[in-house]
């Protein structure tokens, strides 16, 4: 019985295609999906829309002195920051791989998409919860409002089309990878577009929040409900942060590539003639769209020698001839020493392995390949 480890890299394009390749070098192709591509366009687009959105909600909150507001303004001025980085991770993830980080720089989205989601806990859930609560002790008495109900009106508009653009990235994300949209949304490989959604759908359910509250204000003319709306805000940030700090830090740990992906490579395998069983299935994602899929294989020696030995037929026959013996047997004889060298050449990989995780103990996982 014969073992190999095959080390594959498999980067999914849009459509999917069946781009494997095995080497003694892991192999990265370099054509970013289009759902990647969606969610790097969302990103862009989030970001000049909330760049406008924070300088008019700051100037409606100096204007009002509303706590609604300054909640609503440090919203945005975290999710222009978050974008900010979440683009930094784009730029940095798509260097090109070194001998230090021979699988690339792809992980990085989730690097910065987790600081992205710290930011928002801290400088948006913190900010506003602190506000609001002050407020509730010494409430601030609220200005013409009428300011405050026109920013929230455009920042509607502006939020909704960067919400959609974030939902059709995520919609693209989950076919492409053939996952459902919820799969997607808490364990799809690519953070950008999610993170967009998620960030201006807490923007779109904070207007309501903060279109509601100060309504109730000026209807009231109690500034309690302003206060209350600050602290709503940030409780909804600081649920959202939440999500989204969880969802890559899984991803950091090392989360299986899409069960369907690893599907297609074992119907691949199990269609592949000269593979006679396969065990120890391992995969990771290694960033966005790139996964590592390992696997003990047992080749059927057999049937590997008469492959590469189809070429030689002609010699064969001749070497026959010129001996005066069957070409049946000299066929028979090389097919069993070749079968016999498939079978011996996995043994020596499993030896070479022990030998490498006995003299490095720390090696836990070792895989050699056959070149």
């Known amino acids: 019985n014969t073992k190999f480890v095959n080390d594959v890299v498999i980067k999914s394009t849009s459509p999917p295609s069946s781009t494997t390749q095995t080497t003694d070098q892991p192999v990265i192709v ?12 969302a990103v862009n687009w989030a970001l000049g829309g909330n760049v406008l959105i924070t300088i008019s909600k700051f100037i409606a909150f100096l204007y009002t002195g509303s706590a609604t507001m300054l909640s609503e303004s440090l919203h ?11 683009l930094i991770g784009v730029k940095r993830s798509n260097r090109p791989p070194t001998p230090d980080f021979p699988y690339g720089f792809s992980s990085e989205r989730f690097v910065w998409a987790l600081i992205s989601g710290v930011g928002i806990f801290f400088l948006g859930c913190g900010a506003s919860m602190y506000h609001g609560i002050h407020n509730l002790f010494v409430p601030n008495e609220l200005e013409d409002l009428s300011i405050a109900f026109t920013v929230l009106g455009v920042s509607g508009i502006i939020e909704c089309t960067s919400f959609f653009r974030g939902l059709m990235a995520v919609r693209t994300g989950a076919k492409e ?10 364990k ?9 959604m998620a960030e201006d759908g807490a923007a779109l359910f904070g207007l309501v929040i903060a279109g509601g ?18 602290i709503l805000i940030g409780t909804l940030l600081g ?7 969880r969802r890559n ?20 395998l199990d269609n592949d003639p000269v593979v006679k069983s396969y065990q120890d299935v391992r995969t990771i994602t290694l960033g966005a769209g790139i996964f590592r899929f390992t696997a003990d294989v047992e080749f059927d020696g057999a049937k590997v020698a008469k492959k590469y030995l189809e070429p030689f037929k002609p010699e064969v026959e001749k070497f026959s001839k010129e001996n005066n013996v069957q070409p049946e047997e000299v066929e028979k004889l090389l097919v069993g020493y070749g079968s016999s060298l498939v079978n011996g050449l996995g043994g020596e990989i499993d030896r070479i392995e022990s030998a490498i995780q006995k003299r490095v103990p720390e090696a836990r996982y070792v895989d050699l390949e056959q070149r």
Do not use: H
Request: glycine residues 8%; aromatic residues 8%.
């Open 76 to 86: 945005s001025l975290a999710d222009v920051g978050n974008q900010t980085l979440l």
């Open 249 to 268: 830090m899984i991803s950091l740990l090392g989360r299986a590539m899409p069960p369907s992906k690893e599907k297609d490579i074992l119907k691949l």
């Open 188 to 196: 799809g490989p690519d953070p950008m577009g999610v993170a967009v």
């Open 30 to 41: 370099n054509i970013e999906s289009q759902a990647l591509k969606d969610s790097t366009r």
């Open 239 to 245: 649920s959202i942060a939440t999500f989204l700090i």
């Open 213 to 230: 509250c100060l309504g109730m204000s000026y209807v009231t003319g109690n500034p309690t409900w302003d206060a209350v709306g600050s």
């Open 177 to 186: 990878f053939q996952m459902s949209f919820y799969d997607y949304l808490t």
